[in-house]
């Protein structure tokens, strides 16, 4: 095998210069952090369907038979007070999105874990029966697990604030790395090729730096989100934003009116919440502690990004049933628009279902730079060999593969989906049939 040449480009010596130290921070950089860039990016694209994960690891979460109406939240906190007698103080009920889903219940510092970092209890409940299905803690699953080994590295405070600089130092390794692509404006189509029967490691580079390119601005992207949420004092002052980071409970509002032997019930205090957001979804409710204490409404409206955590907030007197305060991202200033995207574009809901999928995979990218970066210095240090590859067989390969599946995708289809399909219409016409008659 003859000895790959890369093509010669005479260049001033200060860009030589300034190639060297940009390549001596791209490669230490990879060297030093790429197996905890592609750690972060791996348990990043698994907690993106962590929800799904849990359900599938955990089948009892579903509702076999969803039934309506569901329960009304009162009788939802007195089920789960039931279940947990011992548990004094305010609880947070997280409402299922889906028919087949469950009420989660939150208790932020449970006994059990009072020094840890963060490990609230989790509650779920059946919405229509009221029964107590699983109580477990936070970071005793394997969904949540994984959350803290992305968040924090399993290292707590001092993780957090470790990724903070790890994401600092990611938007660097890839601003470098474009450097380093940067063919200019005249060579620019031919940086977008790839080498054919040049061997194993020079395709490899080639796919090293098509994928940094096409994943680059997604990486910054995602550095730079996860920098404000690892992070979140430093932006929020810069944008006038504070206490509107990802997980804050807002103002501390007081119930005002004067206790009394009827407090206003949990489903009325939501109907007034509503009040003002007539069109909007309940996502969070959290009961109010102590005779100041308020309810706590969180709401979702149609025009909000956030699905898990919207920022539509009323805030319920307790005893009087009267709106103590409202927080409305509808007039929201800028810069507390700004701080309040950065969650769903770090997760990939802002961009609904397809943002996710297409996030999932961006997680998988610094693994796959890690890899072939590392494979290929090792080559030029001598630790391995350079191969021949037919480009063209691996790629015919590939295509034949690709339409076997295609075919048998087709096939199940026309094997499972179309009669299914044939029977669900054939009895939707029967039933319009029935109401007809019965008109």
């Not at 932020?108 to 840890?116: I, L, R």
């Not at 204490?293 to 539509?312: C, K, M, S, V």
Request: glycine share 8%.
């Amino acid at each position: 095998m003859p000895e790959t040449h890369y093509p010669l480009i005479v260049r001033p010596r200060f860009i030589l210069n300034a190639r060297k130290w940009w390549r001596l921070c791209h490669v230490y950089l990879a060297l030093c952090l790429g197996l905890i860039f592609a750690l972060i990016g791996l348990t990043g694209s698994l907690s993106i369907y962590r929800e799904e994960l849990d359900s599938l690891l955990n089948p009892q979460l579903r509702v076999d038979t969803p039934q309506s109406p569901a329960l009304s939240p009162d009788k939802i906190v007195a089920a789960v007070r039931a279940a947990q007698p011992d548990r004094h103080g305010a609880w947070t009920l997280e409402m299922p999105r889906t028919p087949d889903g469950m009420i989660t219940a939150w208790f932020e510092k449970p006994k059990e874990s009072v020094g840890a970092f963060y490990a609230p209890l989790m509650v779920s409940v059946n919405p229509y029966t009221g029964q107590v299905v699983d109580s477990r803690l936070w970071g005793q699953t394997l969904t949540t697990w994984l959350l803290d080994l992305h968040t924090q590295l399993q290292l707590d405070g001092f993780g957090r604030n470790a990724l903070a600089v790890v994401g600092g130092l990611l938007m660097l390794s890839v601003f470098s790395g474009l450097y380093l692509w940067w063919p200019g404006w005249r060579a620019l189509p031919r940086a977008f090729s790839v080498s054919q029967n040049t061997g194993l490691m020079r395709l490899l580079f080639d796919l090293h730096r098509l994928l940094g390119v096409a994943s680059s601005g997604f990486l910054i992207l995602l550095a730079f989100t996860g920098f404000h949420l690892a992070y979140p004092t430093l932006l929020e002052n810069l944008t006038a934003a504070s206490g509107m980071g990802h997980g804050d409970a807002g103002p501390n509002v007081r119930s005002s009116a004067i206790p009394n032997d009827r407090p206003t019930s949990l489903s009325e205090a939501i109907l007034v919440a509503r009040g003002p957001f007539p069109s909007s979804e309940v996502r969070r409710i959290t009961t109010p502690v102590g005779e100041l204490g308020t309810y706590r409404i969180n709401l979702r409206q149609l025009n909000e990004i956030n699905q898990h955590h919207p920022f539509t907030t009323v805030w319920v007197d307790r005893w009087s049933g009267q709106i103590r305060d409202v927080q409305n991202p509808n007039k929201f200033s800028a810069g507390q628009t700004f701080t309040t995207w950065l969650w769903p574009l770090h997760t990939g809901e802002a961009f609904g279902e397809s943002g996710r999928l297409l996030w999932f995979f961006v997680g998988l990218t610094p693994t796959c730079l890690f890899l072939s970066g590392l494979i290929h210095w090792l080559y030029r240090h001598g630790f391995v060999a350079d191969r021949e590859v037919d480009l063209a067989r691996v790629t015919g390969a590939a295509t034949t593969a690709c339409i076997t599946a295609l075919r048998r995708v087709a096939q199940a289809i026309f094997r499972v989906v179309i009669p299914a399909a044939n029977s669900f219409l054939q009895k939707m016409y029967g039933r319009i049939r029935r109401i007809k008659r019965l008109k």
